[in-house]
């Protein structure tokens, strides 16, 4: 079972150091820039995070990847991420022409960290409710230190905090009350498919990046959106007709998504529509990497 293997997988990559691989409940993704925010809650500077590649001849630009916490799945509705968010959700602005809808992803933005942070005593956790108490989303577009890099902003990329030199998600304080938020749940329990023990279920399954003709949000392996594709009898509704542990869902998806990336030294390819990714049930790279020579011979296939 593809799931199955994919879970083991997760296991061998979560104890090789090289892989940088996420740990549960949390994600990684690209950061763009970082707001550095004093202790009074003030927007001091706004840091580019990007990082060169090179890709063929030419050296490009991409979002620094980070581990942040785990990021939602958003195809539609109003969701905020915690501690790593959009300009939209972290700072009231987006070129949309309706004034509404940057407002109300910031109002959640506020609420959901107000919420997690409240009795949170770090410094860390201090300047970020402070920054959410003082910022002004009104003067956000023209505030100094956001207007030079307003442009590439609007396009969408992640933003995170950074208090006195250092990254404000990862501060030990905050990452305690996300993980005590995450274990919380509240998921329905049941016998997982993949591992077989009695576990909260997943609800919705992560998506997967980087599948040639798939969403932009993220494409679903596991995913029921309507009753006529559900289980019999069945009316958990989504995830529950095909149950799958929170736990192996986690596994799964991270590893797939650590497949389909950059990060992955043993490049997916494709034929034709379908997108090709390959890797070896042991610690030992030089199998995958064998197996890389066969398949891709032909350099028009990587990418």
Request: charged share 25%; net charge positive.
């Amino acid at each position: 079972m593809i799931l199955q293997a994919l879970t083991r997988y997760y296991d061998i990559l979560s104890n090789d150091p090289e892989s940088d691989i996420a740990p549960p409940g949390y994600s990684a993704t690209g950061v763009s820039f970082a707001l550095n925010i004093s202790s009074k809650g003030e927007l001091l500077d706004v840091f580019p995070l990007f990082e060169q590649v090179q890709r063929g001849k030419k050296l490009e630009e991409k979002p620094r990847r980070m581990i942040v916490p785990e990021q939602a799945k958003k195809a539609s509705g109003i969701v905020s991420n915690f501690m790593c968010e959009n300009s939209t959700y972290m700072l009231g602005i987006s070129d949309s022409e309706k004034p509404e809808y940057a407002s109300k992803r910031l109002e959640e933005f506020h609420r959901f960290h107000k919420e997690l942070l409240a009795n949170v005593k770090s410094p860390p956790a201090k300047a970020v409710v402070a920054f959410l108490d003082n910022y002004d989303s009104k003067k956000g577009k023209k505030h100094p230190k956001v207007a030079p890099h307003l442009e590439t902003m609007l396009k969408g990329g992640n933003l995170v905090f950074i208090f006195n030199g250092k990254f404000a998600h990862e501060d030990t304080a905050i990452q305690q009350a996300w993980e005590a938020y995450k274990a919380e749940g509240g998921a329905a329990l049941g016998q997982c498919l993949v591992t077989g023990e009695i576990a909260p279920i997943a609800r919705l399954h992560p998506g997967l990046k980087g599948i040639r003709g798939g969403s932009a949000f993220g494409t679903s392996l596991v995913s029921f959106n309507n009753r006529a594709y559900e289980s019999f009898n069945k009316i958990e509704l989504q995830g529950l007709n095909s149950p799958v542990s929170e736990k192996a869902t986690f596994a799964y998806t991270t590893a797939l998504n650590y497949l389909l990336s950059s990060t992955n030294e043993n490049k997916k390819f494709y034929i034709g529509d379908t997108t090709v990714v390959y890797w070896a049930e042991s610690a030992r790279k030089e199998y995958a990497r064998a197996f890389a020579g066969l398949c891709c011979a032909n350099p028009k296939w990587w990418k």
